[in-house]
């Protein structure tokens, strides 16, 4: 045997949304410690990085209803210093900062010697891997966002024009299934509105037609949304064709380069009967279903693992043809409270004036902490998994749970330590019962839930 990695043995920790904003290198508690060194054990230790790296100075602030993102430089170390090595790049506060957000976040990264994947110059930029050199074998990562605005999407380069900064998009639509009495209403409200006749003018100007959805007796676009006659109500999700295919192609391209694959899907998109009975987003159990079918064609393709992560908290796990998914690794690093300046369009939502500092937009959104993140322990405790390969085949994961400080005070919350006693038996029966849907069974031993390969 010439190279260690011919061995197939292979250690990763997957970690999910990671908002950093404060050093981590002060801190001594030992469950912190002991999260450190599993991650540092291992070959290559993932997480989504969420948000842009850069100065205050570097990019003008984009439009979005969310937290405007910001990691100061200097705080990649204090990441590196954790032992993640591999970050997605790919999701929705990747374009907080606009175009030039996008290309100081690359630089940063590559300044600090950070394999990144999942944004780009151009959209051939954005959609290739990254690749990790490690002792047990060369690691890529494709990372893709199914979570986007428009203009966040990288463009394609032309030999004439230079492509758009941006992100690798997973594009979808959603279809509303809904019964006869209701098509024949909203088939009124579309006719009586005058949107029939908006969409006849469209059609006879610029637009093309695949841009302009068709209309007849069983489909129908109303207000941005796809209506389709059927037996009663659901929804489902269909990955967009072009996405989706130059995805699998890159997937393809990163088999071919590296020993260990890792497909990374940012989502804040869900599916199954939650999606109708949910009253808060914590309470929502499935992911959307073209996320699903992606995760299979994506392990069909060869990736060795998928993970997904977007909804803020743990979701289930399923093991497809002997190689797993993890359908939301929720949050890892959740510092998106001491962030150190909003733009004003953040601030006059809440009709604050100039004088309004940070802490005053925090307290506004979420009602002084009775809404939203800050009010439910769900978002605070999380998991990552560690995932071990010998030879080439999968044969252990184990789920350590995570306590990021729900209840405590603003500047304490939010840095991930081993959970342990009543916080770590919610986090591990909340993903035990969520993995049953896919036969995923897993046990706990002593604060780690252990899936039965």
């Known amino acids: 045997m010439t190279y260690q990695s011919e061995k197939g043995n292979f250690t990763i920790v997957l970690a999910g949304d990671t908002m950093l904003t404060r050093k981590l290198t002060p801190f001594t508690e030992e469950r912190f410690l002991k999260l450190r060194e599993i991650l540092r054990g291992a070959d290559a230790s993932f997480a989504n990085l969420e948000g842009t790296v850069h100065a205050w100075d570097e990019g003008t602030p984009g439009i979005t209803q969310g937290t405007f993102m910001t990691t100061e430089p200097r705080l990649l170390e204090d990441l590196q210093w954790l032992g993640i090595n591999l970050v997605s790049c790919a999701n929705n506060h990747a374009f907080d900062y606009g175009e030039d957000g996008v290309l100081a976040n690359l630089k940063h990264l590559d300044a600090a010697g950070m394999v990144h994947a999942g944004t780009g110059k151009n959209l051939a930029e954005a959609r290739a891997p990254g690749y990790l050199d490690t002792a047990n074998g060369r690691v890529a990562l ?28 997973l594009g979808f639509q959603t279809t509303h299934y809904v019964d006869a009495a209701a098509f024949a209403q909203l088939q009124r409200i579309s006719r009586e509105l005058g949107f029939e006749k908006s969409t006849e003018r469209a059609r006879k100007h610029f637009y093309s037609d695949k841009e302009l959805a068709s209309a007849n007796c069983t489909e129908l676009s109303l207000l941005g949304n796809r209506y389709v006659l059927g037996e009663g109500f659901s929804i489902a999700t269909e990955a967009n064709q072009r996405d989706l295919q130059d995805n699998l192609r890159w997937i393809r391209e990163a088999r071919r380069q590296a020993d260990w694959l890792v497909v990374s899907a940012h989502c804040h998109e869900f599916g199954g009967s939650s999606l109708l009975t949910a009253s808060t987003r914590a309470e929502l159990e499935e992911t959307a279903d073209f996320v699903t079918k992606f995760a299979h064609q994506a392990i069909d393709e060869g990736a060795d693992i998928f993970v997904g992560h977007g909804s803020h908290f743990p979701m289930g796990v399923e093991i497809y043809k002997g190689k797993p998914i993890f359908y939301s690794v929720g949050n890892f690093v959740f510092q998106n409270e001491t962030v150190g300046f909003f733009p004003a369009d953040a601030y006059e939502r809440f009709d604050l004036d100039l004088k309004a500092t940070p802490s005053d937009f925090l307290d506004a959104r979420t009602n002084g902490g009775k809404k939203g993140h800050p009010s439910d322990p769900a978002y605070w405790e999380n998991m990552f998994p560690v995932c071990e390969f010998s030879n080439q085949k999968l044969t252990s ?21 081993l959970a342990e006693g009543e916080v770590a038996s919610r986090v591990i029966e909340r993903v035990t019962r969520l993995s049953e849907r896919y036969g995923t069974k897993i046990v706990n031993k002593a604060n780690v839930g252990v899936i039965q390969l």
């Open 142 to 169: 494709v990372a893709a966002t199914a979570t986007f605005r428009p203009w966040n999407q990288a463009g394609e380069q032309r030999p004439d024009l230079r492509g758009r900064p941006g992100i690798n998009p």
């Open 397 to 417: 994961i184990k789920i350590y749970p995570i306590d990021q400080g729900f209840g405590r005070p603003r500047p304490q919350r939010g840095r991930p330590v």
